[in-house]
């Protein structure tokens, strides 16, 4: 499997983003770790590997790429809105290099496919409806999608709003809203088995944002496993064999 990776700047973070491609042809897919990972973790974990006959196939590309939440949602010592604050340079550091990189290492290649599990679903929901435009599908594996949930402190102002999809997807609407539901599909992927509800809130978490979507009429699915799926990687690889090959 060819692979290769790069080093990119990241203004107003603590130091460079780390991108693993893998692959040579295919649609393009953005991968984000689990909590505080890095971008070697999906193939460390056997994800890459379960999806290998659509890279060697050439019906994808993945990017993997670092998370930054050791500076942001994970960073417990600082209030909820700075967090948010530092949350933004991560987007923008995902936007402004990581999507430009893509788009020189894949020209021509359809939209991006956003995906990641636990935190890193989070992280793919925020940027699908955030910039739909880039991430027009969104598979999202085990997350909780409230940071408001994650040991939050402080006074909650603009960048904890518009980073937070439990905040905002509610209030949705006009022309912006009518071309989130010509444009985006998100898929929400959870069990029913060990720490999906504790501690991770995965599971309560899953089916309201399911419930905020309906409620939009935004196109998504909510595939629920059952009381044997736990949030561990075992069965993250086999819900992304199930659901990556029906978008490449």
């Given at each position: 499997?060819?692979?290769?990776?790069?080093?990119?700047?990241?203004?107003?973070?603590?130091?460079?983003?780390?991108?693993?491609?893998?692959g040579?042809?295919?649609?393009?897919?953005l991968?984000?770790?689990?909590?505080?990972?890095?971008?070697?973790?999906?193939?460390?974990?056997?994800?890459?590997?379960?999806?290998?006959?659509?890279?060697?196939?050439?019906?994808?590309?993945?990017?993997?790429?670092?998370?930054?939440?050791?500076?942001?949602?994970?960073?417990?010592?600082?209030?909820?809105?700075?967090?948010?604050?530092?949350?933004?340079?991560?987007?923008?550091?995902?936007?402004?290099r990581?999507?430009?990189?893509?788009?020189?290492?894949?020209?021509?290649?359809?939209?991006?496919?956003?995906?990641?599990?636990?935190?890193?679903?989070?992280?793919?929901?925020?940027?699908?409806?955030?910039r739909?435009?880039?991430?027009?599908?969104?598979?999202?594996?085990?997350?909780?999608?409230?940071?408001?949930?994650?040991?939050?402190?402080?006074?909650?102002?603009?960048?904890?709003?518009?980073?937070?999809?439990?905040?905002?997807?509610?209030?949705?609407?006009?022309?912006?809203?009518?071309?989130?539901?010509?444009?985006?599909?998100?898929?929400?992927?959870?069990?029913?088995?060990?720490?999906?509800?504790h501690?991770?809130?995965?599971?309560?978490s899953a089916?309201?944002?399911a419930?905020?979507?309906?409620?939009?009429?935004?196109?998504?699915?909510?595939?629920?496993?059952?009381?044997?799926?736990?949030?561990?990687?075992?069965?993250?690889?086999?819900?992304?064999?199930?659901?990556?090959?029906?978008?490449?």
């Amino acid at each position: 499997m060819e692979r290769q990776q790069w080093e990119l700047d990241a203004p107003g973070l603590d130091r460079p983003g780390t991108v693993i491609r893998y692959g040579h042809w295919g649609r393009p897919v953005l991968v984000f770790p689990s909590e505080q990972g890095r971008a070697w973790d999906y193939e460390n974990n056997g994800m890459v590997g379960v999806v290998s006959d659509l890279v060697d196939a050439g019906r994808v590309k993945l990017y993997c790429v670092d998370s930054f939440d050791h500076v942001t949602w994970s960073d417990r010592t600082v209030p909820l809105e700075e967090r948010a604050g530092r949350h933004r340079a991560f987007e923008s550091w995902v936007t402004d290099r990581v999507v430009p990189l893509i788009g020189e290492d894949a020209p021509g290649s359809s939209d991006v496919v956003v995906t990641g599990c636990s935190l890193g679903a989070y992280h793919a929901l925020q940027l699908a409806l955030t910039r739909a435009d880039l991430f027009p599908v969104a598979i999202c594996q085990s997350g909780n999608y409230d940071p408001s949930d994650w040991h939050a402190w402080g006074e909650r102002g603009d960048a904890a709003y518009f980073t937070n999809p439990t905040d905002y997807v509610a209030h949705l609407h006009g022309d912006h809203l009518d071309w989130l539901r010509s444009r985006l599909h998100v898929v929400l992927v959870v069990g029913e088995g060990p720490w999906e509800t504790h501690p991770t809130g995965s599971l309560p978490s899953a089916r309201a944002m399911a419930g905020l979507l309906a409620e939009k009429q935004i196109p998504h699915e909510l595939d629920v496993w059952g009381h044997d799926s736990a949030h561990d990687w075992p069965w993250w690889q086999r819900q992304i064999a199930h659901h990556l090959p029906r978008h490449c």
